[in-house]
């Protein structure tokens, strides 16, 4: 089955360390998507990546890291100089062809980060 | 910076009433998607909207893109139970593959 998954669902972690989310595609997407989700509210772009060794900051970059080393994978380092990490986490993937040609983003089912 | 807002933020409907929900960009888009988001669950994929004046059905849903490419809504004809979630609106803006998403509006159905 072709999807994009994130692990783990659920994590704890303690105030101060530093902590790494997990995204993975096997839809062969150009583009990757990191979102933030907070208690009824909308998405916001932490970081997006159109082709490998390649990505952007969003509107809320300060405090988080991310690579893209392989088509793949698109993972998130929550750093110790987040404010406020605690919140839901949101992978996405798209086509966006040099073309022009975009598609829709396909959602992971994200990770609930909880920093105590 | 390109701000998308999104009204109603909530809207509760009885069984079989209509539903729409209305997003405007602050900028010209190049494209417009819309989202659906159940409770406990991730945004899905509903469509995108490419042309200014477009419109396009899925069944009981109506997507309409505006002329001048900065607002678009979304229209649920007879709302059923199954309806239930925060549909979202994300805007595209031009020469970036970035999308700024709307504040969501929250469906309440009562059967």
């Known amino acids: 089955d072709g999807g994009i998954t994130q692990s783990p669902k659920y994590l704890f972690r303690k105030e101060g360390q530093n902590v790494t989310l997990s995204c993975e595609q096997n839809?062969?997407?150009?583009?990757m998507y990191w979102y933030r989700q907070d208690p009824g509210q909308g998405l916001r772009l932490i970081y997006y990546?159109?082709?490998?060794?390649?990505?952007q900051k969003g509107d809320i970059a300060e405090g988080y890291s991310v690579s893209r080393e392989k088509k793949e994978s698109f993972p998130l380092t929550v750093t110790s100089a987040q404010k406020n990490p605690t919140a839901f986490y949101l992978c996405?993937?798209?086509?966006?062809?040099?073309?022009?040609?975009?598609?829709?983003?396909?959602f992971g089912p994200g990770t609930r980060l909880t920093v105590l | 910076g390109q701000q998308v807002m999104q009204i109603p933020q909530y809207q509760h409907v009885q069984e079989g009433e209509d539903f729409t929900t209305y997003c405007n960009s602050s900028?010209?888009?190049?494209?417009i998607q819309w989202y659906k988001q159940r409770p406990g669950g991730h945004p899905v994929f509903l469509i995108q909207?490419?042309?200014?004046?477009e419109v396009k059905k899925q069944k009981r849903l109506t997507f309409q893109f505006g002329e001048a490419k900065k607002n678009s809504s979304l229209h649920i004809t007879a709302t059923q139970t199954t309806d239930v979630g925060t549909y979202f609106c994300?805007?595209?803006?031009?020469?970036?593959?970035?999308?700024?998403f709307g504040t969501g509006t929250r469906l309440k159905v009562l059967a």
């Open positions: 996405a993937s798209s086509i966006n062809r040099a073309s022009g040609r975009r598609s829709g983003q396909f």
């Open positions: 839809l062969n997407h150009d583009a």
């Open positions: 990546s159109q082709i490998v060794n390649d990505f």
């Open positions: 900028t010209t888009l190049s494209n």
């Open positions: 909207l490419v042309k200014s004046g």
């Open positions: 994300a805007g595209g803006g031009p020469g970036t593959y970035k999308y700024i």
